[in-house]
């Protein structure tokens, strides 16, 4: 099983706008609406971002949005700030209760 | 509040086993699945499998099928990740997540537990 592809780096500046691309198949991110993203910053464990490809944890703040066309789901983050520098990973359901990651998108805040 | 207390990190010899465990509190945990993922030095997040505290009903990764069980004590509320035949590219922190069951999504992590497969 291939992991979903995401683009190794993204960089942006405070303020600004970012997206973050995570590209499937028609088995997993096209066939269900359940993708998710999570934050990692070093050395701490992944934080939930997204679930059901949109939809926003108690807590998380609205400057992250979630969506999806085709086979290739999106997070954005607007009005970045330096806390948002981090590593960040898509997940989506592939079918028989498996599942499946992207491998990571480092995000730099300039 | 959610939390997820795994046990301390560990170190193995090539051809051995490890069992990490997850202490789950805070809600019914019978009520969700406990998922398995690890993270290789430097490397991304991989997802191991996972195992419904429901039911005991698990689903694992195919590259690790064969070597791998979960397995949960509900009077405990704790689940278990055992990983046989160890090799040197099974060094990892291994993390257990809380998933909901009908959407697949880990909104709750443990601390994640080092393991170091080393000579």
């Known amino acids: 099983q291939s992991a979903l592809t995401q683009p190794a780096s993204v960089s942006g500046s405070p303020g600004q706008s970012i997206t973050i691309s995570c590209t499937g198949t028609?088995?997993?991110?096209?066939?269900?609406?359940?993708v998710s993203w999570y934050q990692q910053h070093p050395g701490k464990a992944p934080k939930l971002m997204i679930y059901?490809?949109?939809k926003r944890p108690s807590g998380v703040s609205n400057r992250f949005s979630g969506s999806k066309s085709g086979n290739t789901a999106s997070l954005t983050i607007s009005g970045l700030q330096a806390e948002d520098e981090a590593d960040y990973y898509c997940?989506?359901?592939?079918?028989?209760?498996?599942?499946?990651f992207g491998g990571g998108t480092k995000l730099t805040v300039l | 509040q959610v939390q997820l207390v795994q046990s301390g990190a560990e170190v193995k010899k090539p051809g051995a086993s490890v069992k990490v465990s997850c202490k789950a509190s805070?809600?019914?945990?019978?009520?969700?699945?406990i998922s398995w993922v690890r993270q290789a030095p430097g490397q991304g997040l991989e997802w191991m499998g996972w195992?419904?505290?429901?039911?005991?009903?698990?689903n694992y990764a195919q590259k690790l099928q064969g070597r791998v069980t979960m397995t949960t004590d509900t009077s405990t509320s704790t689940a278990y990740m055992e990983l046989r035949s160890l090799r040197s590219d099974d060094t990892a922190v291994y993390y257990c997540?809380?998933?909901?069951?009908?959407?697949?999504?880990?909104?709750?992590w443990g601390q994640g537990t080092l393991v170091t497969v080393s000579s």
């Open positions: 059901e490809v949109s």
């Open positions: 805070g809600y019914t945990f019978t009520s969700y699945g």
């Open positions: 997940c989506s359901y592939a079918g028989s209760s498996s599942l499946k």
């Open positions: 195992i419904s505290a429901y039911n005991g009903n698990t």
């Open positions: 997540a809380r998933v909901e069951p009908k959407s697949f999504h880990f909104d709750y």
């Open positions: 028609s088995s997993d991110v096209g066939s269900y609406n359940l």
